[in-house]
């Protein structure tokens, strides 16, 4: 599975961002698809998980009510919508392919990163 995130960029506090992240190659629809971020001099972090068929999501503390992950199959696209955003969710978000999980190493594909600042 070959992923290519976008949608990122510069925001006011406040605001929103809606992240894309496209998957070519095998079945999209055979794996769960998360988000992560990575601020610089920290670890990559769990932002939010989604199951094959969209009906299950998972959401990381520090964004629980203010984003929303989701799918569509028919696309290959995975999205975040991302509200209410802050100066500390800056950071390159990835997209990544693998099992229903909150752990990097459970995802066995990763798209190349976007980057999100949000200014105060």
């Known amino acids: 599975v070959q992923l290519q995130a976008s949608g990122g960029g510069l925001v006011q506090a406040g605001g929103s961002l809606r992240l894309s992240c496209v998957a070519s190659?095998?079945?999209?629809?055979?794996?769960?698809m998360g988000w992560f971020r990575q601020a610089p001099g920290k670890e990559r972090e769990f932002v939010a998980v989604?199951?094959?068929?969209?009906?299950?999501?998972a959401y990381g503390d520090s964004v629980q009510g203010r984003f929303t992950i989701s799918r569509e199959n028919a696309k290959n696209t995975v999205y975040l919508q991302m509200n209410s955003l802050k100066p500390e969710d800056t950071a390159v978000y990835y997209c990544?392919?693998?099992?229903?999980?909150?752990?990097?190493?459970?995802?066995?594909?990763w798209g190349q990163g976007t980057q999100v600042t949000v200014s105060s």
């Open positions: 990544a392919a693998g099992d229903f999980r909150r752990v990097v190493d459970d995802y066995s594909y």
């Open positions: 190659g095998r079945a999209f629809s055979n794996y769960a």
């Open positions: 989604v199951s094959w068929n969209g009906g299950t999501t």
